[in-house]
């Protein structure tokens, strides 16, 4: 079983960044995909971007030339750079493994971001 912790989120102005972490442990696993969703209030959870093991990247359209997904493969862990925040991505964002190469396996606890107007 894999465990994922997310930090980094908080409260930042329009037009600011934040850079959110999620460290992934208890697993050996090679992580085919590695993910970023997001939910805010009243909405259904969304895909942010993914990274794929070789490197690949894929955003949403709504964070596409604004976010940056990484990983360190050494530490298991994934980024989030979040650069000219809006208040629209407002949500609580939740980052996820695939390791089996189907549907995302394992999902962390969340970590709220809000963006003040």
């Known amino acids: 079983q894999v465990q994922l912790v997310e930090s980094g989120g908080g409260l930042v102005q329009v037009g600011g960044s934040l850079r959110l972490s999620c460290a992934a442990s208890?697993?050996?696993?090679?992580?085919?995909?590695m993910g970023w969703f997001r939910q805010a209030p009243g909405k259904q959870r969304e895909w942010v971007a993914t990274?794929?093991?070789?490197?690949?990247?894929n955003y949403a359209v709504s964070v596409k030339g604004r976010f940056t997904i990484s990983r360190d493969n050494a530490k298991n862990t994934e980024y989030l750079q979040m650069n000219s925040l809006k208040p629209e991505d407002t949500a609580v964002y939740y980052c996820?493994?695939?390791?089996?190469?189907?549907?995302?396996?394992?999902w962390g606890q969340g970590t709220q971001v809000t963006v003040s107007s």
């Open positions: 996820s493994v695939d390791y089996t190469g189907g549907a995302w396996d394992s």
């Open positions: 208890g697993s050996t696993f090679k992580f085919n995909r």
């Open positions: 990274i794929y093991s070789s490197g690949s990247t």
